[in-house]
């Protein structure tokens, strides 16, 4: 099963690398520019019927650094979204 994780700053968490595209866009050219935010996505290739309740575990453990980042999962519907 496939399932995808995307991670993120929580709000209020300076983001430089965010800081630098917004910096480097608007040195483009580019305008209306509010703000923007850096994540990054981390796709698993799971056994079939992994759990929902495991795939959290590896976010919380490993995958995100739950005191400044958020994370959502994005699986199967059998594995619901966090």
Known sequence: ???RVLVRLKPGVLDPQG???HHALEGL???????VRVGR???LDLADGTDHATIRQM?????????IESYTIE????????
């Open 1 to 3: 099963m496939h399932v």
């Open 19 to 21: 800081r630098a595209v």
């Open 75 to 82: 699986a199967p519907a059998a594995g619901g979204a966090d």
């Open 41 to 43: 996505l981390i796709e």
């Open 59 to 67: 976010c919380e453990q490993l995958l995100a650094n739950t005191v």
């Open 29 to 35: 050219g580019f305008s209306g520019i509010a703000d």
